[in-house]
């Protein structure tokens, strides 16, 4: 079945970029996604990409795709104390029933000052 | 606008007790999902609907059940409750297949005791 891995947990300095990296084995994914959660509340999705793009970027936030590696990442510039939080990676795939979801475990971001 | 909502937010249920956990968007999305958030992971998707009167399983359906018998409701139903219930329980519905975004509820936090 479709699996998503990231990596446990990231330490940035306020100020820095931020990266996070995923990835995962559905070759027929056609959506991936990244998704905030901050403690104690429900997951608000920041951006995603389509499986034909390689790059998006919006505002602080930029998704690159390697289709052939199945690699996703997201970087997040100028990184703020405001983005300290979990960080979920999620792929779709189109013909999946349902277009259900499979999430990554979470990157857990702490931003020092 | 409420967007996804769910009740309660919190409960203590008993080995053995059942519980209904509550979840309507008023979004007139046709998709609906449970998910269970277990602690330091992500989520993993229970049952699905793409429609009033149409359900299936998820990765884990096992303990749980639903029923939609209208497009607004969603509610997840736990017989005989275990200890590896406890969780966080996350309600989410777009609008169809290939709409990008899955909104999220805030959550319910169950523990089994």
């Known amino acids: ?113 | 606008n409420a967007g996804v909502t769910q009740t309660p937010k919190f409960r203590i249920l008993k080995i053995g007790q059942s519980m209904t956990l509550q979840c309507t968007q008023d979004m007139n999305h046709n998709y609906m999902y449970w998910y269970r958030q277990d602690p330091g992971m992500g989520l993993k998707l229970i049952y699905y609907s793409v429609g009033a009167g149409i359900t299936d399983k998820g990765e884990v359906p096992n303990g749980y059940n639903v029923s939609r018998s209208t497009t607004e409701d969603f509610p997840l139903r736990l017989e005989l409750a275990a200890p590896s219930q406890t969780s966080v329980y996350f309600c989410a519905s777009r609008t169809g297949p290939g709409e990008t975004t899955q909104y999220f509820g805030p959550g319910t936090r169950l523990l089994v005791l």
């Open chain 1, 1 to 113: 079945g479709e699996d998503v891995e990231q990596s446990l947990f990231l330490s940035v300095r306020e100020g820095d970029s931020s990266v996070i990296n995923c990835t995962y084995t559905d070759s027929s994914s056609t959506y991936l996604y990244w998704y905030k959660q901050e403690p104690g509340a429900g997951l608000q999705l920041l951006t995603y990409i389509f499986s034909n793009m390689d790059m998006k970027q919006d505002q602080r936030l930029t998704v690159l795709l390697n289709k052939k590696d199945k690699h996703l990442s997201l970087r997040i510039a100028d990184t703020q104390t405001g983005d300290s939080a979990i960080y979920f990676c999620a792929e779709s795939a189109f013909k999946a029933a349902g277009n259900k979801l499979t999430f990554g475990g979470g990157t857990r971001v702490l931003v020092k000052p």
